[in-house]
């Protein structure tokens, strides 16, 4: 750890409950990119696909490890980054099927 003692969990992803803790932890452990660190604590994997909670990961990996943040490779991006509304989906121009 970094002898830092908090008195609070700090929230990292808040679609997942993920603190700093919970990284610097896993860090320790060996989970040492931001893949590995993802699966494990299922970090960025919210509705929200790690949009604040990524960039805090990086840098939090980055000092963990003594490197710069642009050293640390960013996950690979699985779209969509937004939600879509799933009736979005159903409007076809098939016969029979009907969107809105
Ligand atoms: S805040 Fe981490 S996935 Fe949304």
């Known amino acids: 750890m970094g002898g830092e ?20 932890r896993a860090i320790e452990e060996g989970y040492q990119d931001i893949e590995s660190l993802r699966k494990r604590l299922r970090i960025g994997m ?3 696909q790690g949009r604040t909670c990524i960039p805090l990961l990086v ?10 943040p642009n050293e640390i490779p960013l996950p690979t991006v699985r779209p ?18 009907e969107g809105e």
Do not use: Q, W
Not at 5 to 24: A, L, M, Q, S
Not at 59 to 68: D, E, M, T, Y
Not at 88 to 97: A, H, I, M, N, Q
């Open 80 to 97: 969509p980054i937004v939600p879509i509304p799933l009736k979005l989906f159903l409007k076809s121009k098939e016969p029979g099927v």
């Open 46 to 48: 919210g509705p929200c």
């Open 5 to 24: 003692v908090r008195k609070h969990p700090t929230i990292i992803c808040r679609c997942n409950d993920v603190t700093i803790e919970d990284v610097e």
């Open 59 to 68: 840098r939090i990996l980055a000092r963990k490890l003594g490197k710069k």
